[in-house]
């Protein structure tokens, strides 16, 4: 496909509510989207995870202004985190969903490539992290996706210490089996002392990141990633959305919640 894709969103879950009648509709109204064009549509399954609680989070509830200090540079998972992570793995060992998952893309701040090798990670994976913060007992060893690092889903950028990265040098050590190839510069180059990332910016960017998904070969991804990206991603793809939708698609997500889309090519 030359040109860039027409991307529509539709919340996966919010169409399993009434099945039958949900679904059928969906797919003629997707059919009916490319009719006129003789092809079938196009589209792939979106998996979208806020990463788990991290020690930054527990402090700017107390105080926002916690979120300034040095202390919480790149924020690891808290205790609880790491529970939450443990809870969904096995959320979706127990629902076959890791079966279907092709490719998880993550966001390379710590707090998100923990949550992704716990969550995502087959038994070597989480032995063979640094990171690791989760009891490994009853860890499948069945087939694991790749994880793959990405700078386009990474949190809001600028002033925050915490959403800051490592370098790719100390990241590929305490992450040995997550590909780190995406990423040019192996210093964060994009984080500035100076300036927060505009809401503008993050959509823009997180619309670029839906647009290089939809280039990927895979068809169920998996994306491990921030608050802020979620919430500016998804309002600027639900633009044209019945309200009902869009506040279901948009809501905040809470930490370590999973939600699943269908992403359809509708030009």
């Not at 399993?16 to 399954?45: A, N």
């Not at 992570?85 to 490719?103: C, H, P, T, V």
């Not at 984080?191 to 503008?200: I, N, S």
Request: aromatic share 8%; proline share 4%; net charge neutral.
């Amino acid at each position: 496909m030359d040109a860039k894709p027409a991307l529509f969103l539709y919340p996966l879950e919010h169409s399993k509510i009434l099945h039958l009648v949900i679904c059928t509709r969906v797919f003629l109204f997707l059919c009916s989207l490319f009719m006129s064009q003789d092809r079938f549509p196009q589209f792939y399954v979106s998996i979208q995870v806020r990463h788990a609680q991290g020690i930054h989070n527990v402090a700017g509830e107390k105080d926002h202004n916690a979120l300034l200090s040095p202390e919480y540079f790149d924020a690891h998972l808290s205790p609880l985190g790491g529970q939450q992570a443990d809870n969904l793995r096995k959320q979706i060992r127990a629902s076959g969903q890791l079966e279907r998952i092709d490719l998880v893309i993550t966001s390379p701040l710590c707090r998100a490539l923990q949550t992704a090798i716990q969550v995502f990670g087959s038994e070597g994976q989480i032995n063979g992290s640094k990171e690791a913060n989760i009891d490994n007992s009853g860890i499948s060893s069945l087939k694991c996706p790749p994880i793959v690092a990405s700078e386009l889903c990474r949190e809001r950028l600028g002033v925050h210490p915490c959403d800051k990265r490592r370098t790719i040098s100390e990241n590929r050590s305490r992450f040995p089996t997550i590909d780190f190839s995406l990423i040019e510069s192996d210093e964060d180059i994009l984080w500035r002392t100076d300036a927060r990332e505009t809401d503008e910016e993050i959509a823009a960017r997180g619309l670029k990141f839906m647009n290089w998904l939809w280039t990927r070969p895979e068809k169920e991804i998996a994306i491990v990633t921030h608050h802020r990206f979620l919430e500016h991603t998804l309002n600027a793809l639900g633009n044209d959305y019945h309200p009902s939708v869009k506040n279901k698609m948009c809501k905040k997500f809470e930490n370590c919640e999973l939600r699943s889309m269908i992403i359809v090519d509708k030009e």
